[in-house]
Structures are given as structure tokens and as C-alpha cells.
T-cell receptor, first 113, second 108 residues
Framework: DAMVIQNPRYQVTQFGKPVTLSCSQT?????MYWYQQKSSQAPKLLFH???????NEADTPDNFQSRRPNTSFCFLDIRSPGLGDAAMYLC????????????FGPGTRLTVT | GIQVEQSPPDLILQEGANSTLRCNFS?????LQWFHQNPWGQLINLFY???GTKQNGRLSATTVATERYSLLYISSSQTTDSGVYFC??????????FGTGTSLTVIP
């Protein structure tokens, strides 16, 4: 089945220790998104790629970076995680030009100790 | 960006009851989706419904784009319907805007 996969599902990192979260998709969609969701809040868009074009939200901290080496994969790098970065990180895809429906992966729950 | 408001914020139902969740948005959209976030945090697509009416089993949704609102109907609710329901809208770009969600608890 075509899907969005995120690894790992749970990640524990130490304060200040860089961490990378992974997202892959078999849908061949041209847009990939990273969202941050904290407890009892709505998902908050961090950035998205339309093909190789990177679009950063204005209020996304510089501590968050992303890479998309090919259509299938997208990575979220947190360079120096703080306690406030503990959250669920959600990856989504959509196919611009067909219809704009988003498909989400299962998420990675990040804990910062 | 587009403002999205959902109501009610919290809802408690007895199993078997029906409910209506509402999503209001502040501008024209070309995409509207309803999601159910399960207890493990995954967002499950319920409907892609920028306009019109759709039904899927006990769930149905209606979007009146000209009046900038959408409704999600849940009939004969079950305990497995518990969770948070989000409405998300998109404009002509790649941006999506989420509402604040409705937290639904269905009690046996």
C-alpha cells in the first residue's frame, strides 16, 4: 500500500544533542511537509518542500533544518534540541496539481532529557 | 493566513448518540479535510471535501464553501470514535491551516 513512513516512532535525545527524524513516502507526491504538534494543540507547520523548493515558515526557529535528497525522502534535523522541542513531529505529503489532499505519517514522538 | 475555528472545543457523548462538529474559515479555500487523531497521535484522513457532501459509513460531511463552513456528522457514536477531530483548509498555494480541534469522548 502506498503510504507515508516515519522513523523512528519514538526518539529520546539529550538536551543539546543533534537529532534527525526521517520521513519516506511511496505516493510519489511532490510536496512534503513537517509539522510540530505539542500536547493539546493543533499541528504547526514548520516547513515544506515543493519538489526541491524549500519553504520555511517565518516563525520556525533556526534550530530546525530540513533536507530532501530525493522525491521519496525528507529529513528533519534539530541541531540543538531544547526541552521545549519535545513534541510529536508529523510528516505529510500532498500532490500539488492533482488535488491538495494531505496524507500523514504516524509521527515521531520526541523526548528531550 | 486563513483563520480556522472549530466548535465545540470539547464534547462528551453517550455511546449511540449523534453529534455535529463545525469548522468555520475566514477566506476562500480550495482544499478542506477532516482528520481524526487517534490516541497514538496519527492523523487519519476522514474526508477530503472542499465543497459538497460526502458520506462514509456512520460519518458524513458537508462543506458550504460560499458561506465558509464545514460540518462533520457522527451518527451512532462508538467508543472508538473518541479522539480529537481536526479540520484543515488549504489555499491556492501549498499552505494548510489547522483548526484548534474538537476533543470527543464517547462513554459506554
Amino acid at each position: 500500500d502506498a503510504m507515508v513512513i516515519q522513523n523512528p516512532r519514538y526518539q529520546v535525545t539529550q538536551f543539546g544533542k543533534p537529532v534527525t527524524l526521517s520521513c519516506s513516502q511511496t505516493l510519489n507526491h511532490n510536496v512534503m511537509y513537517w509539522y510540530q504538534q505539542k500536547s493539546s494543540q493543533a499541528p504547526k507547520l514548520l516547513f515544506h518542500y515543493y519538489d526541491k523548493d524549500f519553504n520555511n515558515e517565518a516563525d520556525t526557529p533556526d534550530n530546525f533544518q530540513s533536507r530532501r535528497p530525493n522525491t521519496s525522502f525528507c529529513f528533519l534535523d534539530i541541531r540543538s534540541p531544547g526541552l521545549g522541542d519535545a513534541a510529536m513531529y508529523l510528516c505529510a505529503t500532498s500532490d500539488r496539481g492533482v488535488r491538495y489532499e494531505q496524507y500523514f505519517g504516524p509521527g515521531t514522538r520526541l523526548t528531550v532529557t | 493566513g486563513i483563520q480556522v475555528e472549530q466548535s465545540p472545543p470539547d464534547l462528551i457523548l453517550q455511546e449511540g448518540a449523534n453529534s455535529t462538529l463545525r469548522c468555520n474559515f475566514s477566506d476562500s479555500v480550495n482544499n478542506l479535510q477532516w482528520f481524526h487523531q487517534n490516541p497514538w497521535g496519527q492523523l487519519i484522513n476522514l474526508f477530503y471535501i472542499p465543497s459538497g457532501t460526502k458520506q462514509n459509513g456512520r460519518l458524513s460531511a458537508t462543506t458550504v464553501a460560499t458561506e465558509r463552513y464545514s460540518l462533520l456528522y457522527i451518527s451512532s457514536s462508538q467508543t472508538t470514535d473518541s479522539g480529537v477531530y481536526f479540520c484543515a483548509v488549504g489555499d491556492t498555494g501549498n499552505q494548510f491551516y489547522f483548526g484548534t480541534g474538537t476533543s470527543l469522548t464517547v462513554i459506554p
